[in-house]
């Protein structure tokens, strides 16, 4: 409950002009722990786990080593999420009755980045801000959505086609969670469950034909693909190859991530989220794993390395032997991909708020508000509360909707120079290095450095989680995504399926592109700290003061959040 005090600072804020009020969902708005499990599965199951196995194959040439990569793959995204965990329920930290308690905060990374890098003011969250409103969103999967409905329609590959299904993708997401918070969220739980059971059943169709059985009119009996004398014979020699394997067999892990960007809004954050977020994980490497597996027991090495079709595909022709086997893949995959959208639409806008609440943007006041959404206002009119408060009707961040849309649809114009597979590759090698790679080697690093810094300090700090191995998760993720970094400017062998002439694009456009967008961040930030402030002869201070609960569990919650904007005189002081 709300004290006196609380009440006041909120009424002055809502009759301050240079202050605004973002509210958290109230207790029956919150997300359950079957939702957090449903962000993660929805996110992570997309067309990655569908397409990757063969490109992961291609860049080892071995059955074997394969499996070994998404295994491997699956430890480091598991380690990730550990570093997450131990972060997100550290800080940020406030004062609160004479003790510093830690408060979870939606955002993700964001945070973590800003504790750990919070010198020069402002830096890391132009850097970060400037990152992930460009890239911090699935215009590459959007894409890929367009090109597999029309395979599934049985439709010539037409480049305006595709992306006109992709802009429809994307602006139907967005509309979705602006006109209805709940819509959404039943959406998304729906479609993890209905992924879920599709990976379910391709193990079980494939365990079946290693077993032997024949399904269908398909071929009988399983590949010789986990033959021991051969499933590890004549591997690629080449390190970039391996570890751009490696890279894809990471991305479709990536979904751990979704919670955390909406981590304010999850019923006792600091209660079995842990525990929920890494049953989950562990369930997606054992499933991605069984897939793969499946994929492998009937469909042999030889054709995925030849064909131009999915392996998913490939399979379901094998395994049915029916002519239309790719067209219900690709509906399948384009399903899933949608799916990814929907979820990443719904904790990417809330990223984008958080971002605007630090003040950095043109217009920020209006990219960090809430609206009620208007499904809330027509069922407020239709039943209305005995006594209706504004914050008991679910509301969602309409204006950073708007922002994920206008940057998703940039991406999407910004390669129309390209095909449209193409397009979907650079897009989604973008992400994934920048987003994946970066990202996760400085908060990583970060946590590395807080715990070396002042172990003692961070220990009585990490109450809340502390993960097994202690700093273990943390050093495996450096490494390894420094590794990726650098081995990212090494060419790949001429026959590497890396290569320009595989892929389409040389091999240093990405990480060099990727690299950029941090000096693309610095660059904003001097103009934002510096030439402004300059020009204006004003400088802009930002307060952010949370008004914070018990979440009656033993945590502490943010029920609300007054946000200050205001352009005042420039303090000299502050510059030195």
Known sequence: MLD????????EAEDNPN???VSAPTDRHKLGVTTVICLILNR?????????????????????????????????????????????????????DGNEVSVPRSGGEKNYLEYIYGNPKSLTTCVYGVLFIVLGNLSGNAIGFGSYIMAAAALPNNDAAVRGLAIAALTTACLLHAISRKGGIYLNNAFAFMKVTILLLIIVAGLAKLGGASLGSGSAGPTTNFDVHTSFSQPRTDAPSYATSLVYALYPYTGFMQPFYVLSEVKRPQGVFAKATITTMVSVVVLYILVNVAFFSVVSKAAIMDTGLNIASEFFQQIFGSDVAAQVMSGIIAFSIYGNIIVMTFTASRVKQEIAKEGILPYSKFFASDTTTLCAKIWAKIHPPKTQQEEDLEKSPTAALLLHWVFSVLLIAWTSGQT??????ILIDLYTYVIMLIVSFFVATGLLYLRWRNPQAWKGMSVNFRPWGGPTAALLVSVVTAFLLV????????????AFSAQGFEWYIIPTVGLGGLLLGGAYFIVFRYVVPKVKGKQLVVERVPIIVSD???GWVQKHEIVKFLWGVTDDDDEK
Do not use: C
Not at 487 to 495: Q, T
């Open 4 to 11: 006196q005090e609380d009440l006041d600072r909120l009424q």
């Open 19 to 21: 202050k605004f009020v």
């Open 44 to 96: 992570t199951i997309g067309s990655g786990i569908f397409i990757l196995p063969a490109t992961v194959l291609k860049g080892t040439d071995s059955i074997g080593i394969t499996l070994i990569i998404w295994a491997f793959a699956g430890i480091v995204a598991v380690a990730a999420l550990l570093v997450w965990l131990e972060l997100s329920l550290s800080i940020p930290r406030y004062e609160l």
């Open 420 to 425: 449209t597979a193409v397009a979907y590759q």
């Open 487 to 498: 081995v990212a400017f090494v060419p790949p062998a001429d026959d590497s399926p890396f």
């Open 552 to 554: 009656d569990h033993g």
